[in-house]
């Protein structure tokens, strides 16, 4: 936790212990105890919003990729009715000759 080894942990409460005393002890634990709660819950919730706006962000390049292929697509079916458009009027002329 924290890289704090065991005999860290045990020489860190011995010191609080001889400065606060053994009264304040567990009420100081349980303020330890909620700060590093809150603080592990606040991390969880900026972990989820970052992966929700990043999911977000491939989602719209995969909806713009997406919507180019379509209006390539749209653009060659246009392109496809103007040619054979132009070669029915060209049978018509050659016809009506």
């Not at 349980?30 to 972990?47: H, N």
């Not at 390049?61 to 070669?87: G, H, P, R």
Request: hydrophobic letters at 45%; glycine letters at 4%; aromatic letters at 8%.
């Amino acid at each position: 936790m924290f890289g704090i080894s065991g005999t860290e942990l045990f020489f860190i409460a011995v010191f609080a212990m001889l400065i606060f005393g053994p009264e304040e002890m567990p009420k100081m634990a349980r303020t330890v105890g909620r700060f590093i709660k809150e603080f592990k819950r606040a991390q969880s919730s900026m972990e989820a919003m970052i992966r929700a706006e990043i999911l977000a962000e491939e989602r719209k390049s995969a909806d713009q990729a997406e919507a180019a292929k379509l209006d390539q697509a749209a653009e060659a079916v246009q392109s496809e009715a103007a040619n054979d458009d132009d070669d029915d009027e060209d049978e018509e002329d050659e016809e009506s000759l």
